[in-house]
């Protein structure tokens, strides 16, 4: 067993991720006696944004990870990270994404999947957006220059005006990869008011989560639903939208917690409202 599962089992562990919990939870008390009404999503942003800035690295974000099925740490250079995450996004492509179709990535991080995006897509059809630009300016330092001069990604932090200019551009097709994970029970409304505000009449959103039999926190930030949960709060929250009985997808991720996806498509009936504009984050 490598050192990254054994640290994986004990970081899993009843006792270790309880105490890990109340950590977490102990800092976002405080964080929102300073930051009164942010949400989650923003307190999360700023902890992983800390931690790269430490020189630590993570499995999904910033210039320091791992390669698969290696414990050691790497520096992520344009060659290495141009060979980051194919499978997940061969994946994707395989829900009926096709070159002309305009594409928003929702919570596209540090552009891991949003480089793939931009190399399939026409010029001009990617659109990533997140709640903070840290994680984007340290991703486009990963990517080639060339790539984003011939592809002009559209690049944006998350507030109402651009949830605005995203409907006016009348996406295709909206994926979400590994942030509802980070998105506590009581805020998935927000998650699915935003989507729902970006979405128009024939657009096609697939929204991939952590699927658990109960709702549950499985470490100090991250949690798995239930699909029927995850249906249910995408109803409650984003009424217009059309959403998918069943999953169309299941998986498993390193750590062997099941993956499944939630399909939504857009109506012509639709509030022309979005939500408020939360604080911005900054590297």
């Known amino acids: 067993m490598s050192i990254r ?37 923003n307190f999360y942003a700023e902890r992983i944004a800390d931690k790269l800035r430490s020189g630590r690295g993570h499995t999904t974000l910033g210039a320091r990870g791992w390669l698969v099925g290696d414990d050691r740490p790497v520096e992520w250079n344009l060659d290495l990270f141009a060979r980051r995450a194919l499978k997940r996004w061969n994946e994707i492509v395989g829900f009926g994404l096709e070159p002309n179709m305009r594409c928003v990535d929702y919570g596209c991080g540090s552009l891991r999947l949003g480089q793939h995006a931009m190399r399939y897509l026409d010029a001009g059809n990617y659109w990533g957006i997140d709640v903070t630009d840290a994680f984007i300016k340290t991703g486009l330092e990963l990517v080639d220059p060339e790539l984003l001069a011939r592809k002009a990604p559209r690049l944006s932090t998350i507030n109402g005006q651009v949830l605005r200019d995203i409907r006016t551009w009348e996406p295709d097709f909206i994926f979400s990869n ?33 699927a658990e039999e109960r709702v549950l926190r499985f470490d100090s930030l991250s949690w798995g639903y239930p699909a029927d949960f995850i249906r249910a709060a995408a109803r409650s929250a984003a009424p217009s939208l059309k959403i998918a009985e069943r999953n169309i997808y299941h998986g498993r991720r390193g750590d062997g917690r099941g993956r499944e996806v939630l399909v939504l498509e857009g109506s012509g009936v639709r509030s022309d409202s979005v939500p408020p504009a939360q604080a911005k984050l900054s590297a």
Request: hydrophobic fraction near 45%.
């Open 178 to 210: 590994a942030v509802l994970q980070h998105v506590p029970p009581e805020e998935l409304s927000l998650f699915f008011e935003r989507l729902e505000a970006m979405m128009g009449p024939h657009t096609k959103a697939f929204i991939l989560y952590i």
């Open 5 to 41: 599962r054994l640290f994986w089992n004990l970081a899993a562990s009843p006792p270790v991720r309880m105490i890990s919990i109340l950590h977490s939870e102990r800092q976002l008390r405080k964080w929102r006696r300073e930051h009164p009404g942010a949400p989650f999503a």
